[in-house]
């Protein structure tokens, strides 16, 4: 068994239900709230291994999970679309594609915007002057608007990786030190 198989089953399925979603948002004007969902969900689902555990278990039957799911959507105040995409996909046992449709639905909306993310990991945090500086500097590589989403490692020792799209820029103190490391293998 090929095991990108059920990655690909899961992002084709998440895609589906995020298209959907997203034309219903776009053709009613509601891409703004639909932003906002999706940045509590996403929350939601990073901060409750509750909520996480139940999603992905299929120890849960479907009635278990749209109770659940419709709980939570109408204790968040989640729009109608999203709380009814949410019961339809626990009834379809399809829950589990849950964290791929919200990332689904996010690009479809910052391209709709024409934004990229660009994910930044730094050894130490930047100042929002920095962030700014930084994200100005791609802006004017790739030309669209950039939302910076920083992350602090501290293995780094040094330096920044800046990821956008398929492209990634590894100026970290670890990988100059990690590349002479291999220069001095292969010279002795």
Excluded: C
């Amino acid at each position: 068994m090929d095991v990108s198989e059920p990655a690909a089953i899961s992002s084709g399925i998440a895609e589906r239900y995020a298209t959907a979603v997203f034309d219903l948002a776009k053709e009613a004007g509601q891409i703004p709230n639909l932003e906002s969902d999706l940045d509590a969900l996403e929350a939601a689902l990073e901060d409750s291994a509750d909520l996480s555990a139940m999603v992905s278990s299929p120890l849960y039957t479907r009635a278990d999970q749209g109770n659940a799911i419709m709980a939570v959507a109408r204790k968040m105040g989640l729009s109608d679309t999203i709380a009814n995409t949410l019961g339809l996909m626990a009834s379809k046992r399809r829950l589990f594609v849950l964290p791929q449709f919200v990332a689904q639905l996010k690009g479809m909306i910052a391209d709709e915007k024409g934004e990229v993310t660009a994910e930044v990991i730094s050894a130490t945090e930047l100042s929002d002057a920095q962030i700014d500086t930084l994200a100005f500097a791609i802006h004017e590589k790739i030309g669209k608007l950039v939302k910076v989403n920083m992350t602090v490692d501290q293995t780094l020792i040094g330096g920044l990786i800046v990821k956008v799209g398929s492209k990634m820029i590894d100026t970290s103190i670890r990988s100059k030190l990690a590349h002479l490391q291999n220069a001095m293998k292969e010279v002795g």
